[in-house]
């Protein structure tokens, strides 16, 4: 059975958009995945024996937008990414595209990114102590009304008018527990996302 | 959306949390006797379950659940003039469908008998 030339044409347009939002992920698995919803799309339209454009368009639009279905398909493709590597940027952009479809997601990625960037700190501020003895560390500094304001130096800027260093060489173990706290942080990530892509597959995305 | 309005959809919303919640399992014993290419699923889940499903969420999941392990697919040509793809259970996913019956089936029947009084009212 073919197509007419509209049906056709919005065929391929629905198909054209599909594959340029599966950019990203293998060739061959967009091939497959455009090759099957253009053969369900010629199956349902076909389902009366003929080929029609009404059918053509109602195949398609029950199917939804090619942007929501594409975007149903990267959010596995990203999550297994994820998991299998193990890669702080994917786990990163995974904890986003969680956020963004689940309050839980929302509240994974927000402390997550304060354990990060905890870690990282901590860890730079151990690793240029040596270079910046006098500068790098946690510094106390008084605020004007009896406030005391703590603050992490890595030592590039000058120290500090008021106030003093508190931890000392302390910092270079404290350092390692940043990075132990990082990567920590990344291993419950990847576990995370594990279990929430195992809720996709039960259906748990609204 | 006010409360009054969240308190009465939530039985529909329930109900679709539910058959959501169901998919997988429906999907892989809809596969049980034999291979299925994604239209004749679709058609399997609404005629044998009422499990009325949006069409754009069961291929992202049945690729999910080949990524998985627990479905394997092959391309076969066919007499309407355009390959299909068909769907067939690998043995974990027989296995994860066993497991998920006997959960099912354990489920419901303390929920029937929870439910018992309920069922004199009419």
Redesign the interface.
């Known amino acids: 059975?073919?197509l007419s030339e509209t049906s056709q044409r919005t065929l391929d347009a629905y198909l054209a958009t599909l594959h340029k939002r599966l950019r990203g992920m293998p060739d061959d698995d967009i091939r497959?995945?455009v090759?099957?919803?253009?053969?369900?799309v010629?199956?349902?339209a076909?389902a009366s024996g003929i080929i029609t454009d009404a059918g053509v368009t109602s195949a398609l639009s029950?199917?939804?937008s090619p942007e929501?279905?594409a975007g149903?398909?990267m959010t596995?493709d990203l999550l297994?990414r994820a998991q299998a590597t193990g890669s702080f940027w994917l786990i990163l952009r995974s904890l986003f595209r969680w956020a963004s479809i689940s309050v839980a997601g929302f509240f994974v990625l927000i402390g997550s990114l304060i354990c990060y960037c905890l870690g990282f700190f901590l860890a730079w501020a151990a690793i240029l102590k040596p270079l910046h003895p006098q500068r790098a560390g946690l510094w106390m500094i008084p605020r004007p009304g009896g406030d005391v304001e703590m603050s992490l130096h890595l030592g590039f800027a000058s120290p500090p008018a008021t106030g003093h260093e508190v931890l000392g060489w302390w910092i270079i173990p404290i350092g390692i527990l940043g990075i132990g706290l990082f990567f920590a942080t990344l291993r419950v990530d990847q576990w995370s996302l594990g279990k929430f892509?195992r809720s996709?597959?039960?259906?748990?995305?609204? | 959306m006010t409360l009054a309005d969240l308190v009465r959809d939530s039985p529909d919303k329930w109900e679709?949390?539910l058959?959501?919640?169901?998919?997988?399992l429906a999907i892989l014993a809809s596969l049980w006797s034999g291979r299925l290419?994604?239209?004749e699923i679709l058609r399997r889940l609404e005629a044998d379950s009422e499990l009325v499903v949006?069409?754009?969420?069961v291929?992202?999941?049945l690729?999910?659940?080949k990524?998985?392990g627990l479905l394997t697919s092959e391309?076969v040509e066919s007499d309407?003039?355009?390959?299909?793809?068909y769907y067939a259970l690998t043995p974990a996913g027989r296995t994860r469908a066993l497991e998920m019956r006997s959960i099912w089936q354990k489920f419901t029947a303390s929920l029937d008998s929870l439910l018992a009084p309920l069922n004199q009212e009419k």
């Open positions: 059975m073919t497959e995945i090759e099957e919803i253009r053969s369900h010629m199956d349902k076909s029950a199917l939804g929501e279905l149903q398909y596995d297994a892509r996709l597959s039960l259906g748990g995305r609204s | 679709v949390q058959r959501k919640g169901c998919l997988e290419y994604g239209l949006s069409e754009g969420t291929y992202p999941l690729s999910r659940l990524a998985l391309w309407a003039g355009h390959p299909r793809k």
